[in-house]
């Protein structure tokens, strides 16, 4: 019930040289880099334990939580702290899904697990990541419902998503979304990555108007406003998407692993 709280002081959790580098270099609030213990270390399930201890040292009565969707912020959506202290926690989706594709990405499991966790309550956001054209999206974006999820989303002042990487195997072209053709040409207008399903390039600008506008969920502008932009991460693929979001201050937290924390050290 919150009535007696225990902290543990783990000299682990110590913010390291090398956090404290990319938190300087890139002027974020926090910067959390797992150590990459050997090959068959889960890295994603510690990342997840990270991210959910960072929420919790955070997380206050009245907040709006919003989250993206995928593996790695599913497996943070599992490990966040119960806590039956708290009052008035909200959680909202920030951008459509996707399916016809082989592998979850747990679009609204995410926001009703962390509702659960906090005992708040979810919103949903049950629509794709991009529509055929922007007509569709005006017509759907009038509907009651859909617009109250998004005017939540806005008023977040907490926002957890991941950087995503770029290219035939990405969530959106696999899903069928974004055509090869569009893959091809989008490459060459510079595109490395998404965040809450926009494609960005390397300096964190969007990379197609066009695209950009057939996508359902908050815009970048509207993301850069919140208090937390908890941006979570790991991999090779994603390292220029992680350099870019934190280039144009999409995130203002980063939790990643210290192979990837060296690297970006290493860019201009």
């Not at 747990?106 to 529509?131: H, Q």
Request: with cysteine; proline share 3%.
């Amino acid at each position: 019930k919150g009535i007696v709280k225990i902290i543990i002081n783990d000299p682990d959790e110590m913010e390291t040289s090398i956090e404290l580098s990319v938190r300087e270099k890139f002027g974020l609030l926090k910067v959390i880099a797992i150590p990459t213990i050997d090959a068959e270390t889960d890295i994603i399930s510690r990342i997840g334990k990270a991210a959910g201890r960072y929420l919790d040292n955070i997380i206050k009565d009245n907040d709006i939580i919003g989250t993206a969707w995928g593996t790695t912020l599913y497996n943070f959506s599992t490990n966040v702290v119960p806590r039956g202290d708290l009052k008035n926690i909200t959680v909202v989706q920030l951008c459509g899904g996707i399916s016809n594709i082989e592998k979850n990405i747990f679009a609204s499991e995410i926001p009703k697990n962390l509702a659960d966790m906090y005992k708040g309550t979810p919103y949903i956001l049950p629509l794709p990541a991009v529509v055929d054209n922007s007509r569709v999206k005006e017509i759907i974006l009038r509907e009651k419902n859909i617009s109250k999820v998004l005017d939540i989303a806005n008023k977040a002042n907490i926002a957890i998503f991941t950087m995503g990487p770029f290219g035939y195997d990405g969530a959106l072209s696999r899903a069928g979304y974004i055509s090869h053709d569009d893959v091809d040409r989008l490459i060459k207008k510079g595109a490395v990555g998404d965040i809450c399903t926009r494609i960005i390039d390397i300096d964190g600008n969007v990379c197609d108007e066009n695209l950009n506008n057939r996508t359902i969920g908050i815009e970048l502008d509207e993301l850069k406003k919140k208090e937390y932009r908890i941006g979570v991460a790991v991999g090779e693929n994603r390292l220029n998407c992680i350099y870019a979001a934190l280039k144009k201050q999409y995130a203002n937290v980063l939790i990643t692993d210290e192979e990837i924390a060296l690297k970006l050290l290493k860019l201009p």
